[in-house]
Structure formats: structure tokens, C-alpha cells
């Protein structure tokens, strides 16, 4: 191996400098201040878990694990995402109280990325878990949540496209008579694969009727009316069920007046296994990747011993400050430069300002090499050098 | 230029194919088109802007969103596996992924070798096969692997045989049949989805039927 420079970090992770941390902070806090407006508390879990419990649930691909061994041998893994840790405290602790619970997060996950090297393979994720709830009131809660978050952060033009796996499931079950017939067509639309997926169904030994069916299925995609198309697919009751529930979701967004923000797209699948039903994506302009993700996962709970229904959704906040573009304000910060015999009268005055909530560095001048190059970083400077009794004069 | 859809097409052959598709679906471009030697041409009145790449880099533009639809050999994607939506099988620039070597040869036990511009796809294939080989990375000029004595296999792709034959070199086995496909950004897919599914639209009227 060749010898590694001494900054050098392993590959994916990534140092906040200042200025990005603030506009970091300052998107978390908008989108946690909203979070607990609308009731959810927030919790911590370790970044370490094993990887037979929280590894095994998690579903994220086990070799984008980073793995390691504790001292007894078991093998333990940085927690590839936050929904698996929360099911197991849900699980393991929460629910001896009264259920629903409302938990919210704020984390950074690890994933370990099989691509060009340095993209991140450490990343903050923010998000919600509404546990205990099987009501579609709690799905549109997530959803609306979601979006007023997004504007609280600053953002107006985004879309959530929202599919219901469980519909999708059935019908193709319906056509197709057996599971793993369904999974190889599945897997297609998991990889956005279109024409593989009408290839496939092409090189099916299927009636003509049924195979249009399942080309149909990549039609279902728009607004409300999407639904009436999909129910001429279904040749009996079930599936039914479902699309009551995406069509009563989008009446209950559109009493939140989010209706807007929203699209539906049934050929909408996810990477991570444990969603069963209803599931969404979100984009913002600004950024060419999905900025996050959420959907109801009702069988999570029960590896961990509880079986109850939950949905949530996490958003990357890498991403988020990503397609805010370029890092260009300021920060407001204010130096105080004395010498020595004037020290007292400086303390008091940055005591002051502190107090009004200004951010002030308190720094004597014989300590400073370069004066120009140092009083740079500052909005403001204050001098209290020379002769006393002056006040602190500005730059 | 938000409104504009921003198309990244491979440079070569595929290009002068992919439009002709594009005309016969309706898309007025100009005539000199073809001609030009810039990488990035604007059309105002269709509110299109075209970004002209190297065949394997298409995927890449479309995948880190720099271009909102592309089009993309098969042959790309089965190397780079980009996480993009693939659209529309646009049924040009038909060929094939195949094995080819020197005439009534066999493969050396001992130290398998096989040269070609795509490690994945060979990787993968003789992975299947369960055969264990060593993969040569080379960028181009394939057919002289076999020749000089670098592999005793190649895997590339083939259109007409006729370079293959030149060269003295027979087809084993065919591993995938390859066309050009338009392939669309995630965040594009959503964001600009109107624009994009008019375009799948226009194109699927036009693309000739499975031959």
C-alpha cells in the first residue's frame, strides 16, 4: 500500500469546514425547529450496532457496511441508517409507553461507496418516525410535514413522487401467480430500467391481455386520474384496498394545501427492502440526485420482537446544502485587538457585546503575525491599543 | 436555460443516426448540424441544448445531471451500470457484445487471459460461466490482443464481423444484443418530467418496429 499523506482521510469522509458548518447548522436547526412543532422529539442512538441485529434489518447492501470487530468478537457495523436503530428502541423500549410515538433524528449514516472514489461515504441524515399509527392520516401527516420543513429551510420548488409498493405487488402477483416471478419484474423497475422491463415481459409466456396489463403498469404516472387507470387493470378486488389509500392520501395533502408539491408514480420502488406499502422520493431543483426518501415500513417492528405498522422519512442534509448552491454569506463575526495595558476595558466591552448576541474574539495584538491578512476574517474589528480612555474604534 | 432540456449525445456514428430519429419525430434541426465541431449547440426555437460527448462519458453526464437525457449505447450502461431511468430502446446503431480469438484456439488453463474495452461486462460474464479468467483493460484496438499474444480472448463489440474477419479473428460466443437507448437524469426525470415523456413519446411513434 502506498504510503498515506498525513491529512489524508479514508475514502468518503469529509471535514465541515466553518462557513459550510454554519449553513449546515442553519438548515438542521429550520428543519428541526419544525419537526418539534409539529410534536416529534428527538432522539440519539450509537453509530455502532451489531451487524446481526440493526445490520441484518437494515437492508442497505451488506457490502456498503463498514464493519468491524468488538472486543468480544461480534461483528459490529456504523449504522447504515437511522429507521433500523429507531425500530429497535421503538421496539426494545418506547412502546411500553402510550403508542403512537413521534420520534425525530438527526444523524450521520455510513455507507460505503462501491463508485469513483470520494463521494460521501459519511452523510447527515434528518428525519422523522411515526410509529404505532396504520392510519393514512399519519402517511399525509409525514408527507405535509415533510414539505413545510422543506420550505422552513428555504426551498420552493421541489417534487415528491409518490408510488405504493403493495399495490404494485399484487397485481403483478395477480398476473403472474407466483413470488418470484414477481421479483424478476420487479427488479427492473427497482432499476429504472424501462426497456428491460418491457423486454422482459415481452419474452413472457403470458395471454396478450395479461401482458398489456403489466406494460401498463409504467403508464401509471401523473395525478389523481393515474388511480382510475390503474383500477382498470385489477380484474378483481384485490389492489382495491390500496388505491383507496393513495386516493384517500392525496385528499387529505390536498386539505393541507400541499397538493401541488406531489405526483403520483406507481412504478416507484426503493433499494431498501423493509417498505411496504406507500413510499415516497423527493427532488429539488438545485440537485440532480433524490434529496429524500421515506414510506411506510409495517413489518420493521416485528424483527425486533413488536409488531407495529410505522412510516417516516429522511432527508439528506448534504444534499440539501449542496443544491443550495455555492457558499456565499458571511458570517458575522467581530474581533476585539488589545494590547496588554488596555485588556481590562476590551474585556468589558466584548462582555457586552456578547451579551447582545454578537459573536466577538477577544485577542491580544502582540499575538498576531500578520495584522492585514488576520483582521480579514472578521466583519468588524475593534481596537483597543495605545493610549487608554479611547473607545474601541472600528475598521 | 431552465427551460431548455439539455440532451447529451455520443459523438460518431450513433449521433447521425440518433438525428435522423429525432427529425423524423418532429424536432426541427438544422441542417449543418452534422458538420459542426462545437460540443455544446443551442437551439433556441426548440428550447434544446445538445452536449457532444465521447460515446462512454454520455452515461456519466446524465448520471451527475450536467445533461437532463442522454443517449446511450447498451454497451455503456452494461459497463458503467449508471443510476439513471433507461426510457426508450431507440432500435439504432444495432450490434452485439461478443467473444471473439484467433480461429480453432482454445482458452490457456493455466492463465486465462481476455482483453477488452469492457472489464465489467467480461468480468461478468465469465463470472458466469464460472470460469476464472484474468480481464486486460485496453481502450481501443481490441482485435490485436489476440494477435500479438496478449489474450486469447477479446470481448467487444461487433457490428458487421467485418473487422473481425479483417484481422483474421472468429466470433465464440455472444453475450448481449446492443442498441442505443435514451436514458434521463433522477432528479431531471421528476423535475423537467413533462418535457421528457412528450420527447419518449415523439420518438416512440417513430422507431422502427422489432425487426
Known amino acids: 500500500m502506498q504510503k498515506l499523506f498525513m491529512f489524508e482521510k479514508p475514502v468518503g469522509m469529509r471535514d465541515t469546514l466553518p462557513l459550510l458548518y454554519e449553513r449546515k447548522k442553519s438548515v438542521r436547526n429550520r428543519i428541526s425547529e419544525e419537526f418539534e412543532a409539529w410534536g416529534y422529539q428527538f432522539l440519539e442512538t450509537p453509530a455502532l450496532e451489531y ?3 440493526i445490520g441484518e434489518a ?49 444523524a450521520s449514516v455510513y455507507r460505503a461507496q462501491q463508485k469513483e472514489g470520494g463521494r460521501a461515504a459519511e452523510f447527515e441524515q434528518i428525519g422523522v418516525e411515526l410509529i404505532g ?21 428555504g426551498f420552493q420548488e421541489f417534487q415528491i413522487a409518490i408510488g405504493h409498493i403493495g399495490f404494485i405487488q399484487t397485481l403483478m402477483l395477480d398476473i403472474l401467480g407466483r413470488e418470484e416471478r414477481v421479483h424478476a419484474l420487479l427488479r427492473f423497475l427497482n432499476e429504472r430500467n424501462y426497456v428491460g ?55 387529505q395533502l390536498a386539505e393541507y394545501g400541499s397538493d401541488q408539491y406531489v405526483s403520483l408514480d406507481l412504478t416507484l420502488m426503493n433499494d431498501l427492502s423493509y417498505y411496504s406499502g406507500l413510499l415516497f422520493e423527493v427532488y429539488t ?52 485587538l488589545f494590547t496588554p495595558e488596555r485588556k481590562q476595558e476590551a474585556l468589558e466591552f466584548v462582555r457586552n457585546r456578547r451579551a447582545g448576541g454578537r459573536r466577538i474574539a477577544l485577542q491580544d495584538i502582540t499575538g498576531v503575525s500578520g495584522l492585514d491578512a488576520y483582521t480579514k476574517n472578521y466583519t468588524e474589528v475593534h481596537y483597543f491599543i495605545g493610549a487608554s480612555g479611547k473607545d474601541g474604534g472600528h475598521e | 436555460m431552465n427551460d431548455f432540456l439539455t440532451m447529451a449525445m455520443p459523438k460518431g456514428r450513433i449521433f447521425e443516426e440518433a438525428l435522423e430519429l429525432l427529425r423524423m419525430a418532429g424536432y426541427s434541426l438544422p441542417s449543418e448540424f452534422e458538420e459542426s465541431r462545437k460540443l455544446i449547440i443551442d437551439l433556441e426555437e426548440e428550447k434544446l441544448r445538445f452536449i457532444l460527448a465521447k460515446p462512454m462519458d454520455v452515461a456519466v453526464y446524465v448520471e451527475q445531471g450536467v445533461a437532463d437525457i442522454g443517449i446511450a449505447g447498451k454497451d455503456v450502461l452494461l459497463e458503467e451500470e449508471p443510476d439513471v431511468y433507461e426510457l426508450l430502446d431507440l432500435r439504432i446503431s444495432r450490434c452485439h457484445l461478443a467473444v471473439a480469438g484467433l480461429p480453432n484456439t482454445s482458452v490457456n488453463e493455466a492463465a486465462p487471459k481476455i ?23 485496453l481502450n481501443g484496438s481490441i482485435e490485436l490482443a489476440p494477435l500479438i499474444g496478449l489474450a486469447e480472448r477479446i470481448v467487444d463489440i461487433v457490428s458487421t464481423g467485418q473487422t473481425l474477419h479483417e484481422n483474421g479473428l472468429v466470433e465464440y460466443e455472444r453475450i448481449s444484443e446492443i442498441t442505443s437507448r435514451l436514458i434521463a437524469n433522477r432528479a431531471s426525470y421528476r423535475l423537467k418530467e413533462g418535457r421528457i415523456t412528450e420527447m419518449v413519446r415523439r420518438l416512440a411513434s417513430v422507431i422502427p418496429a422489432q425487426a
Open chain 1, 51 to 53: 451487524f446481526d441485529t
Open chain 1, 133 to 153: 399509527d396504520s392510519t393514512i392520516s399519519a402517511d399525509s401527516e409525514l408527507i405535509a410535514l415533510l414539505i413545510s420543513s422543506l420550505q422552513k429551510a
Open chain 1, 285 to 336: 431543483a438545485g440537485i440532480n440526485f433524490p434529496v429524500g426518501n421515506g414510506g411506510r415500513y409495517n413489518s420493521l417492528l416485528k424483527k425486533f420482537g413488536s409488531d407495529s405498522p410505522a412510516t417516516g422519512f429522511a432527508l439528506r442534509l448534504d444534499r440539501l446544502i449542496e443544491a443550495m448552491g455555492p457558499v456565499q454569506e458571511k458570517l458575522q463575526l467581530e474581533c476585539a
Open chain 2, 115 to 137: 482483453a477488452s474495452k469492457y472489464p465489467t461486462v467480461a468480468s461478468h460474464y465469465f463470472r458466469e460461466q464460472g470460469e476464472q479468467v484474468e480481464i486486460i483493460k
Open chain 1, 197 to 251: 422491463y418491457i423486454e422482459h415481459v415481452n419474452s413472457l409466456q403470458l395471454a396478450n391481455m395479461d401482458k398489456k396489463r403489466l406494460l401498463d403498469i409504467l403508464e401509471l404516472k401523473g395525478s389523481g386520474e393515474v388511480l382510475e387507470k390503474a383500477a382498470g387493470l385489477l380484474e378483481n378486488d384485490q389492489g382495491t384496498e390500496k388505491l383507496n389509500e393513495l386516493d384517500e392520501l392525496l385528499q
Open chain 1, 58 to 106: 437494515s437492508s442497505i447492501q451488506n457490502q456498503q457496511m463498514f464493519k468491524l470487530l468488538d472486543q468480544q468478537g461480534h461483528t459490529a457495523v456504523l449504522r447504515p441508517d437511522m429507521t433500523a436503530p429507531i425500530a429497535r428502541v421503538a421496539a426494545s423500549q418506547l412502546l411500553k409507553q402510550q403508542m403512537p410515538v413521534r420520534i425525530a433524528y438527526s
